[in-house]
T-cell receptor
Framework: RKEVEQDPGPFNVPEGATVAFNCTYSNSASQSFFWYRQDCRKEPKLLMSVYSSGNEDGRFTAQLNRASQYISLLIRDSKLSDSATYLCAVNIPGTYKYIFGTGTRLKVLA | DTAVSQTPKYLVTQMGNDKSIKCEQNLGHDTMYWYKQDSKKFLKIMFSYNNKELIINETVPNRFSPKSPDKAHLNLHINSLELGDSAVYFC??????????FGPGTRLTVT
């Protein structure tokens, strides 16, 4: 099993739709998780942290499922500007090292 | 107001040359990283420094040598460049290993 896995997509959704991505991780002791957004030819930008209790920021909700070892990102009321690649980052316990997923590509269609 | 900056943004060079990339952060972070993102978009960590001390040193050819003169700066020197070194190199910083903030990237093309 890969350390961190994401469905590469693309997820093609119409404007206004709700879309969710998952990111599975193999190390059950991982404690820190993040979602990043990366636009074409740009750097990854921090979107949100993922807390045990879940985290919501406007249209975005991140959740952690420790039992099944995955994190999720839910985007409600999708906008054209949400089109990007979404990367998850999972901490290696006891280190400052993060493993990034290969990303899930989202295309929001008009 | 740039938080994490890198120079140069683009670097085109020939095989066998030696080149350096510089990174600076003004966030007051104590940890800095170098990542390589290849053509398949996989973002892979190369090195990390915490308070000028090397703490992550992945399996990277020894042609790559990082250097951190202080907490705010992390440079990457690459000797004898090869075609396979072509990629985008990102610098990032964090505080105590939490959320990372990335620089704009250096697009290296080796011909």
């Amino acid at each position: 099993r890969k350390e961190v896995e994401q469905d590469p997509g693309p997820f093609n959704v119409p404007e206004g739709a709700t879309v969710a991505f998952n990111c599975t991780y193999s190390n059950s002791a991982s404690q820190s998780f993040f979602w990043y957004r990366q636009d074409c030819r740009k750097e990854p930008k921090l979107l949100m942290s993922v807390y045990s209790s879940g985290n919501e920021d406007g249209r975005f909700t991140a959740q952690l499922n420790r039992a099944s070892q995955y994190i999720s990102l839910l985007i409600r009321d999708s906008k054209l500007s949400d089109s990007a690649t979404y990367l998850c980052a999972v901490n290696i316990p006891g280190t400052y090292k993060y493993i990034f997923g290969t990303g899930t590509r989202l295309k929001v269609l008009a | 107001d740039t938080a994490v900056s890198q120079t140069p943004k683009y670097l085109v060079t020939q095989m066998g040359n030696d080149k350096s990339i510089k990174c600076e952060q003004n966030l007051g972070h104590d940890t800095m990283y170098w990542y390589k993102q290849d053509s398949k978009k996989f973002l892979k960590i190369m090195f990390s420094y915490n308070n000028k001390e090397l703490i992550i040193n992945e399996t990277v050819p020894n042609r790559f040598s990082p250097k951190s003169p202080d907490k705010a700066h992390l440079n990457l020197h690459i000797n004898s460049l090869e075609l396979g070194d072509s990629a985008v190199y990102f610098c990032a910083s964090s505080l105590r290993g939490y959320e990372q903030y990335f620089g704009p990237g250096t697009r290296l093309t080796v011909t």
